[in-house]
């Protein structure tokens, strides 16, 4: 009896076994997945971490590439040239590629129809409830933006709102040598290269950011040890 109930039990155990070790590597941050996301919850963001950690080569160049030269373009020209210079493009390729069918089809007396039939068939309208959670989504995050702005402009915490004045000065300093599209291009820059130098140099950078956190965190002390609003209210 006791073999019988010990066989009958091992398909349980090895099927939930090997479903363990199925489900590990998404779980664990294998090097195409996205870490702390789960199946369900990787969507779009799962889209947005491969494309910056260059899981397809073909297509982050692709967008890369692209976004580079239109930062490079708005940087040279006014944004009304770059957006009017990109329509007439567009409109270039889909127009002659429209006539080239029609002629096509007279030539070969075939009757294959308009060539973007499929792409005008497509049902792009934006339901209501889509509006509505797109519309709940961000409004969470505007009324964030508003507690933040209130409780570093109104001295909740009088390091926070240092910190703040810190970084605006040093910013004065950043916009009298960039503009912001040159800063957009850096940041675009930085994006498709930061996540991964760190993927591949990941113990080193954080042995020293952790030393820089500790000397900050150290410092960041001592201003509060010597403010006496900080120290009283941290006493009591």
């Not at 039990?9 to 939930?16: N, V, Y």
């Not at 070969?108 to 792409?119: D, N």
């Amino acid at each position: 009896m006791a073999e019988s109930s010990a066989a009958t039990q091992s398909p349980s155990i090895s099927s939930s076994s090997s479903g363990a070790d199925t489900s590990a590597p998404g779980s664990g941050g294998s090097p195409g997945a996205c870490p702390a996301l789960g199946a369900k919850s990787c969507g779009s963001s799962c889209a947005v971490h491969d494309l910056i950690f260059w899981r397809d080569v073909k297509k982050t160049g692709f967008v890369f590439g692209t976004t580079l030269i239109m930062l490079l373009s708005l940087a040279a020209f006014s944004v009304i040239s770059v957006v009017s210079y990109l329509i007439l493009a567009l409109l270039s390729v889909t127009i002659s590629f429209r006539v080239y069918k029609s002629v096509i089809q007279a030539v070969q007396k075939s009757e294959e129809g308009h060539p973007f039939k499929a792409y005008l068939d497509v049902d792009i309208t934006l339901s209501s409830e889509a509006f509505h959670n797109y519309m709940n989504a961000a409004m969470v995050h505007v009324n964030r933006a508003l507690k933040l702005i209130i409780r570093l402009f109104l001295v909740e915490d009088l390091v926070d709102s240092l910190k703040l004045a810190v970084f605006m000065w040093l910013m004065t300093y950043v916009g009298a040598v960039f503009n912001g599209i040159t800063l957009l291009i850096l940041a675009e820059l930085l994006v498709f290269s930061v996540p991964i130098v760190y993927e591949k140099y990941k113990t080193q950078i954080d042995h020293y950011v952790g030393i820089v956190r500790d000397q900050t965190k150290s410092i960041v002390e001592k201003i509060q040890a010597k403010l006496p609003g900080i120290a009283k209210k941290k006493a009591e």
